[in-house]
């Protein structure tokens, strides 16, 4: 499915330099991530004026991860502080990037945004696509921040001279976990906002009519995203993700007969939100008694040294054809794994111990290590490709080189897989040394997950129909 053209517009080609960046770009998110899934990407024109409205929660790779989902070159907004350094400058405006001032950076410099929204309109004149971030800062809220104004002057400014061309779309950037190596992110691109209806009421009253078309900004942009109204909410939201999602993917998969990767972890996300918000207006003290609930089950995890994923997997049966398969596996995984994690241990450590040190907030943490990676692993892999070429000649360095980033993906897979045993173990010893401990955990956790199984019933029989 594509996108009408607009008339006379022509489709908006990628220059070489834009090209080469992108589909390195493209490669270490393939790298970083586990998926990258796009949401209707269609839903941006291949031609003419557009404007994304994009939430900010991971700094840096949420310009990669929107530039990789489209066929489009994206010129964003870009903090003017970044154009300070000349080498980094000239390569932002390379990339297409349109500096802005903020007042937080340069206070002296705000009349410089006349010229920044000019530039805009010179790029909407020639059909280009912009992107900006309204939010105006990242953030590790699961929210979309109260956004600025300069969205909706940029649009109705637009739209006064030339109404009916531009396209404003709200995107929606969810990561499953923000800062763990291969995580799952979704780029959702939303329904676009009308700009046209507010014409009338921005030239009788600019003021009123940037305001209502940043509320409508500010509505479709959390329709794209897992948004907690209150942020004192999200403590809850998580905690309850983390013990009951995996059952509710588990009995997807049961009931409907869904794959994996057929299930919206993002919808099931925004339906525990959403319950969360209800159960906390119409029944406060249920809500604080499953907080409750869930901080004592933590406590006894803590206590006993477990974690949460080995309890639940205690409760499940397995069969013992799944058994057999993962035994199988873990025994025929380990080679691959030795091999991967010998030769990738460097690129590896190198950029999370520098991500750790050099992040100042937990916005930075993917972006450093990101950054760290593209550089630690070419620096490393060509060292050990020369020295693989050297013993043994070209075409084994070929091979070698091409073997680099798969068996590092295998050999993390195979990690986290042996962490999960680990844990497991260790529970399995609990049991043996302190079986009343390991039956108080089961237990707790049973009557937690029969609390919020209870809580989902309710809350679907309420609003008469299901969101998970």
């Not at 030239?203 to 409508?216: F, G, I, Q, W, Y």
């Not at 892999?381 to 080189?401: C, D, K, N, Y």
Request: overall charge positive; aromatic content about 10%.
């Amino acid at each position: 499915m594509t996108a009408t053209l607009a008339t006379g517009a022509r489709p908006d080609t990628l220059d070489g330099f834009y090209r080469a960046v992108r589909a390195i770009g493209r490669f270490w998110l393939w790298f970083f991530f586990r998926s990258v899934d796009v949401r209707h990407p269609e839903r941006v024109p291949a031609a003419g004026p557009v404007l994304l409205c994009i939430n900010h929660p991971n700094n840096f790779i949420d310009s990669l991860l929107v530039g990789g989902a489209l066929r489009r070159k994206v010129h964003y907004l870009a903090t003017a502080a970044l154009f300070r350094n000349a080498l980094v400058a000239r390569f932002l405006r390379a990339c297409g990037a349109i500096p802005v001032y903020r007042r937080q950076d340069d206070p002296d410099k705000m009349d410089h945004n006349a010229s920044t929204f000019e530039a805009c309109y010179k790029a909407f004149a020639d059909g280009r696509l912009i992107a900006i971030y309204p939010e105006g800062t990242t953030h590790a809220e699961v929210r979309v921040q109260r956004i600025k104004t300069g969205a909706a002057r940029l649009a109705l400014g637009w739209e006064a001279e030339r109404p009916g061309e531009l396209r404003l779309i709200p995107v929606g950037l969810n990561f499953d976990a923000r800062k763990s190596f291969r995580g799952r992110v979704l780029v959702s691109f939303g329904s676009p906002v009308p700009v046209t209806p507010y014409l009338d009421a921005y030239r009788a009253d600019p003021l009123k009519a940037v305001a209502e078309l940043t509320s409508a900004i500010q509505w479709g942009m959390e329709s794209e995203v897992v948004h907690v109204e209150r942020i004192d909410e999200s403590q809850l939201v998580r905690a309850v993700q983390d013990l009951y999602r995996a059952e509710l993917v588990r009995e997807l998969k049961e009931e409907r007969g869904l794959a994996e990767r057929q299930i919206d972890l993002v919808r099931l996300s925004r339906a525990i939100v959403d319950s969360t918000s209800y159960f906390k207006t119409r029944d406060p003290e249920r809500v604080e008694r499953i907080w409750q609930r869930i901080q004592s089950y933590r406590a006894l995890l803590t206590e006993f040294h477990v974690k949460d994923e080995a309890v639940r997997a205690r409760l499940e049966r397995r069969r013992p054809r799944q058994r057999i398969r993962r035994g199988w596996e873990a025994i025929a995984g380990f080679p691959f794994f030795v091999y991967g994690a010998t030769v990738n241990f460097l690129p590896y450590w190198i950029p999370r111990w520098l991500a750790r040190h050099m992040s100042r907030k937990e916005t930075d943490y993917a972006t450093w290590r990101l950054l760290a990676g593209m550089v630690a692993c070419p620096l490393f892999w060509g060292l050990e490709t020369w020295l693989v070429a050297r013993l043994a000649g070209g075409v084994a360095a070929l091979v070698f080189a091409l073997s680099l980033p798969t068996s590092g993906v295998i050999a993390y897979r195979y990690w986290v897989g042996a962490g999960r045993l680990r844990s497991r173990l260790r529970f399995g010893a609990l049991a043996l040394t302190r079986e009343q401990a390991a039956r108080r955990l089961i237990a707790e956790r049973q009557e937690l997950i029969t609390e919020l199984e209870r809580a989902k019933n309710d809350y679907l029989t309420a609003t008469k129909g299901s969101s998970f």
